[in-house]
């Protein structure tokens, strides 16, 4: 397979559009605290960041591992043991096409495939777009950083 050159973005869990969110919870069906991989910011200080890929776009999700934690905790689609609840990840599997799911974002918490080279090994944080918020407004932009 020829890798594909697609865009990088840095972006905070809480910006992400729903569907992506619910994508999300397709491929890390028990949470996200053991996936966080390390990269260091544009400041030089060492960040966590749960990797994500899409079609058109490699994310890395800002969270530290109390946020991934505290989301999963916090979200009515999984249970108290901290999985997505069967009902939920069918009607989820049944909403989004999940061809894209083994290809890009296969890992040991689902069933899609053996995990392949992972694209986020090496972050360099200058070959990632960040989200930046423009002051007074609530929308957010993917800009080169």
Do not use: C, W
Not at 3 to 32: C, M, S, T, W
Not at 66 to 88: M, S, T
Not at 95 to 116: A, M, P, Q, R, T
Not at 139 to 145: E, G, K, L, P, Y
């Amino acid at each position: 397979m020829t890798p594909i050159n697609k865009p990088k973005v840095i972006k905070d869990y809480d910006k992400l559009a729903p569907e992506i969110l619910e994508q999300i919870k397709l491929v890390y069906p028990r949470g996200f605290r053991k996936h966080l991989v390390e990269f260091s910011g544009i400041d030089g200080k060492k960040r966590k960041g749960l990797p994500f890929e899409t079609e058109e776009k490699l994310y890395l999700i800002r969270m530290t591992a109390e946020e991934a934690v505290y989301v999963i905790a916090n979200d009515d689609d999984y249970d108290d043991n901290g999985r997505l609840k069967p009902g939920v990840q069918s009607r989820l599997a049944d909403k989004h096409e999940d061809d894209y799911l083994d290809e890009f974002n296969s890992n040991d918490d689902n069933d899609y495939g053996e995990e392949e080279d992972d694209d986020f090994g090496d972050i360099n944080i200058d070959d990632m777009d960040d989200d930046v918020e423009d002051e007074g407004s609530d929308a957010s932009d993917d800009i080169d950083v």
